[in-house]
């Protein structure tokens, strides 16, 4: 059984920074592709970063713009994000997941297996 659990998440003044950690276990994690997604209620789920099995394809959405790097770690089976800078427009639950193939993905149908999300809120 596949479990990813996030944590990290918390209240943070805008400007701030948060380093989120994703643990996974029940799959080979080294071998997938993992995700960070972010949903706000009353709009999608919006695609925030991406990195492959290996750790040197990436990609990030396009409202980031270098202020959120991800990055993992094999031998711990854990994927992080770490935030900087943050805006209020970033509070959101935060959610990882893996993926079914090693190469990085951006959309979330994609991904076949989801946490149960960590809160971020930014204040102003």
């Known amino acids: 059984q596949v479990q990813l659990v996030e944590s990290g998440g918390g209240l943070v003044q805008a400007g701030g920074s948060l380093r989120l950690s994703c643990a996974a276990s029940?799959?080979?994690?080294?071998?997938?592709?993992m995700g960070w997604f972010r949903h706000v209620p009353g709009k999608e789920r919006e695609f925030v970063a991406a990195?492959?099995?290996?750790?040197?394809?990436?990609y990030y959405g396009d409202f980031v713009k270098g202020r959120f790097t991800i990055s993992r770690d094999n031998a711990k089976n854990t994927v992080y994000l770490q935030m900087n800078s943050l805006k209020p427009e970033d509070t959101a639950l935060y959610y990882c997941?893996?993926?079914?193939?090693?190469?990085?993905?951006?959309?979330?149908?994609?991904?076949?297996?989801w946490g149960q999300g960590t809160q971020v809120t930014v204040s102003s």
């Open positions: 997941a893996i993926g079914d193939v090693p190469t990085a993905r951006l959309r979330k149908y994609e991904y076949g297996y």
């Open positions: 990195i492959n099995w290996s750790g040197d394809d990436i």
């Open positions: 029940g799959r080979t994690f080294s071998t997938y592709a």
